[in-house]
């Protein structure tokens, strides 16, 4: 069963502070893995997006890294602000279905104290 | 940028009434997508559209229908609302779709939907 869990579920952490989020997925074949940040009560925004062969990719503070041979990704937020207090979304794609199914974690809900 | 809007962001409807969600992109997106998103469950995958008129079931489609009669509008439909379909409703747009496609998908702000 194609499935992605992401741990912690939630993570309180403190401003300027590094913190990493993990997702493993069992998602197969693969095609790709995206990471999102939702605001609260607003729609994810997309952060990074991974194929089979890029194992890190960076948007500003935002470090995302793939292990496609053990199906892990975690994602790295350095000197964290008040404005990285967010819900992020491990969402992974298959290459098995013709229009390229997405498989949503749960989400990480990481606040960030001042 | 690309822009996903939605009719309403807060919604209250009644049992059994007939509720209409609406969502516009401005990108010429081929795809659309309606999620409903419930706290622990993260995204759910109701319908979606990969060109005008063309729609495929997600995930969960029971209780729910869509129109796109063009291209930059779709539109969920709740025939009889009930209060288990109180949720946020999210919908999406991506240029492509695919197997191999790493388009992103753009959110719309949501919809708060309670139902009564």
């Known amino acids: 069963k194609n499935q992605v869990e992401q741990s912690p579920q939630s993570l309180i952490i403190l401003e300027g502070k590094n913190c990493t989020l993990q997702c493993n997925y069992t998602v197969s074949p693969f095609s790709n893995l995206r990471w999102y940040k939702q605001d609260t009560g607003r729609g994810p925004v997309s952060l990074t997006i991974?194929?089979?062969?890029?194992n890190t990719k960076s948007n500003g503070r935002y470090t995302a890294t793939l292990d496609a041979d053990t199906k892990q990704s975690s994602l790295h937020i350095t000197a964290s602000q008040l404005s990285d207090s967010a819900s992020y979304i491990c969402?992974?794609?298959?290459?098995?279905?013709?229009?390229?199914?997405?498989?949503f974690g749960r989400g990480t809900q990481l606040t960030v104290w001042p | 940028d690309v822009k996903v809007t939605q009719s309403s962001r807060y919604l209250v409807k009644r049992t059994g009434e007939k509720v209409f969600l609406e969502c516009v992109q401005d990108?010429?997106?081929?795809?659309m997508f309606w999620y409903r998103q419930d706290p622990g469950l993260g995204l759910r995958l109701i319908y979606f559209s990969y060109d005008v008129k063309m729609k495929e079931k997600g995930d969960i489609p029971e209780g729910y229908s869509v129109s796109r009669e063009k291209k930059e509008r779709f539109s969920l439909i709740l025939e009889s609302a009930s209060t288990n379909q109180t949720s946020m409703y999210l919908c999406?747009?991506?240029?492509?779709?695919?197997?191999?496609?790493?388009?992103?998908?753009?959110f719309g702000p949501g919809t708060r939907l309670t139902v009564l």
């Open positions: 999406a747009s991506s240029l492509t779709s695919g197997a191999s496609s790493t388009d992103t998908q753009y």
């Open positions: 991974m194929t089979f062969s890029e």
């Open positions: 990108m010429d997106h081929e795809n």
């Open positions: 969402v992974v794609s298959d290459r098995g279905s013709t229009l390229g199914r997405l498989y």
